[in-house]
């Protein structure tokens, strides 16, 4: 069966440096989202993206976050300088369309520990 | 408030016992999915439901939507140690495109042999 694949499974990083978070996604899907879950804490969405477009963003995506899909099938997380703050796991999730008959598929996450 | 809040954050069953787990919404439901999750890992898709009334089966697990409640319930038959794990419910809240989801806090559930 299909499924969603993340890049590295555990990436630990300085605070300040920049990261990228590493998706593909199912192959046909057209919609393409970031949550994140810090420990202990509720998954939390963070952005979703369609036709090379963010189309909903959360508080929590600033402007040290940004998404690119640089090619057919990489969906890529950035973040510019990391905090503290950013230690989480954060997961990628694709789905066919954004009707709500359309289950979102999960990756197995990346932790991000910021030192 | 919290959006989504699920019963019990806990629970503890004898293996071979049936448990409930719900999910209450403080909003309308335009869809509700059940996911589950071992342990540091990602989200395994279980069930969606979208109609109030509706009730979905998959092996041992049933899910049902009580859209006038704004609740979901899942229900475990006969659990197993495979069972074993965190129970998330998470609910598109905003009936718009791209189907941002809001998750409760989960429900972590161990199976005793």
């Known amino acids: 069966e299909p499924e969603v694949t993340q890049t590295p499974s555990h990436q630990v990083t300085q605070m300040g440096q920049e990261v990228i978070l590493r998706c593909v996604p199912i192959?046909?899907?057209?919609?393409f989202y970031w949550y994140r879950q810090i420990l202990g804490q509720k998954v939390e969405f963070l952005v979703s993206f369609y036709n090379n477009e963010i189309s909903e963003k959360s508080e929590i995506f600033d402007d040290q976050f940004s998404v690119e899909r640089p090619d057919g099938s990489n969906f890529t997380l950035k973040i510019r300088s990391t905090k503290l703050e950013d230690s989480a796991m954060y997961f990628c999730?694709?789905?066919?369309?954004?009707?709500?008959?359309?289950?979102?598929?999960f990756g197995d996450g990346t932790r991000l520990s910021i030192l | 408030s919290q959006e989504l809040e699920q019963s019990p954050q806990s629970l503890i069953v004898q293996e071979g016992k049936n448990l409930t787990i719900n999910c209450t919404s403080s909003?309308?439901?335009?869809?509700l999915y059940w996911y589950k999750q071992k342990y540091g890992e990602g989200l395994i898709f279980l069930m969606m439901?979208?109609?109030?009334?509706e009730e979905k089966s998959h092996e041992k697990i049933t899910a049902k939507l009580d859209e006038k409640k704004q609740q979901s319930s899942l229900h475990i038959t006969a659990s197993q140690p495979s069972h074993a794990g965190i129970y998330l419910c998470g609910a598109d809240l905003l009936r718009q495109g791209a189907q941002k989801l809001v998750f409760g806090q989960g429900t972590r559930l161990t199976i005793n042999p």
């Open positions: 439901l979208q109609k109030g009334g």
């Open positions: 999730a694709s789905t066919r369309s954004f009707l709500s008959n359309q289950p979102q598929h």
């Open positions: 909003k309308t439901l335009y869809g």
């Open positions: 192959s046909n899907h057209l919609y």
